[in-house]
């Protein structure tokens, strides 16, 4: 065993080959609250939708499989937007079926995340090629799409949710209320 640290105990860190033995440590650790983990709040959505967290859309294929696809997205009027070509999988499958499911998980938090199951309210594809635009900007940095086929015509898919789940928590909690002894 070997301690680092000053001669403070408040401000020592002890590094050991054995768990301890006080079990009251444990203790203090383990009743950590699940209510610190709590249901993201309309703003902690529309927040996650402001980072450049990847969307992850789940849409049903014909034979009712799943689809799933990474995508840039934002949130307006509390509806969840969605840049896709009219040839997308995606685009088609909504058409004969408009429910989705979205996942969204925080670049730097991975325990903040929202699931939400809805459905797409509206196709439209005017002003679609700005709306591109403006998600290049948040997501590249740069306000110009160079990967897009000349004759793919853009649409952007509008998602009204329908239920949202999902958790918010710092990343400590569990750093903290894990134990590899107990």
Do not use: C
């Amino acid at each position: 065993m070997s301690k680092q640290g000053n001669s403070n105990k408040d401000h020592a860190v002890e590094f050991v080959d054995s768990p301890p033995q006080d079990s009251s440590f444990y203790d203090s650790i383990t009743e950590t609250n699940v209510e610190d983990a709590r249901t993201p709040s309309k703003e902690d959505v529309a927040k996650l939708f402001e980072g450049r967290n990847l969307v992850f859309v789940s849409t049903l294929s014909k034979d009712g499989s799943p689809h799933v696809t990474p995508v840039w997205a934002d949130i307006q009027n509390d509806l969840i937007l969605i840049n896709t070509s009219e040839a997308a999988a995606k685009n088609k499958h909504v058409i004969r079926d408009p429910r989705i499911a979205i996942s969204i998980v925080e670049h730097y938090n991975p325990y903040n995340m929202v699931s939400i199951m809805g459905r797409v309210v509206e196709r439209n594809t005017d002003g679609a090629d700005e709306h591109l635009k403006k998600l290049a900007k948040k997501y590249l940095g740069i306000g110009k799409y160079y990967y897009r086929p000349p004759k793919n015509r853009r649409v952007i898919l509008k998602i009204k949710p329908e239920k949202i789940m999902g958790l918010s928590l710092h990343p400590a909690f569990y750093f903290l209320a894990y134990s590899p002894w107990y």
